[in-house]
């Protein structure tokens, strides 16, 4: 081999080595692009549950979209962020797809669920991410509402395109 080929596979060597995905699920996945998703659910009845927050009741509609024109894998897990320390996060879930040009919704039961499943205590309100890994790029929104009671009307809603990350 020319010393100049040798080169060029060296190279090339050190871009393919990082692909590899640290999970057996993200490996199912590809999980080459990660989005982290800002989530906050539930009802701070209390400003000492959480100071930061205004007293109300708040929502997080995450929206995943395919914009590719085949199927796509993705997994997911749920990071929860309580005031003050360090929280847990489940475990990389088994790969689902989503098809070409579809989507899905992800809701704070749907979070709820996940962190129940892995036996992740939280209270009437948490926050933290839902960090989704794909091969491909996805788009991905956060919609963001909260009312003043649980029952209330929505008082604010907010969306934010979550940017992709390369892993």
């Not at 400003?47 to 929502?59: H, I, K, M």
Request: aromatic share 8%.
């Amino acid at each position: 081999m020319r010393p100049g080929i040798r080169i060029c596979a060296a190279a090339a060597a050190l871009f393919v080595v990082p692909l590899a995905a640290a999970t057996p699920a993200a490996a199912q996945s590809g999980g080459r692009n990660e989005y982290a998703v800002k989530y906050v659910c539930g009802t701070n009845v209390r400003p000492t549950l959480s100071p930061a927050v205004a007293p109300g009741t708040y929502y997080t509609a995450i929206n995943v979209h395919n914009p590719s024109g085949e199927a796509v894998p993705f997994v997911y897990k749920v990071v929860l962020a309580p005031t003050g320390a360090p929280g847990g996060h489940t475990p990389l879930t088994s790969p689902f797809r989503i098809g070409e040009d579809g989507a899905t919704d992800v809701d704070c039961g749907m979070i709820t669920r996940a962190l129940d499943a892995a036996s992740i205590p939280h209270g009437p309100f948490w926050t933290g991410f839902f960090v989704i890994q794909s091969p491909t790029e996805l788009d991905v929104v956060a919609v963001y509402t909260s009312a003043a009671t649980r029952t209330g009307p929505v008082t604010s809603i907010q969306t934010e395109r979550v940017p992709v990350r390369r892993r």
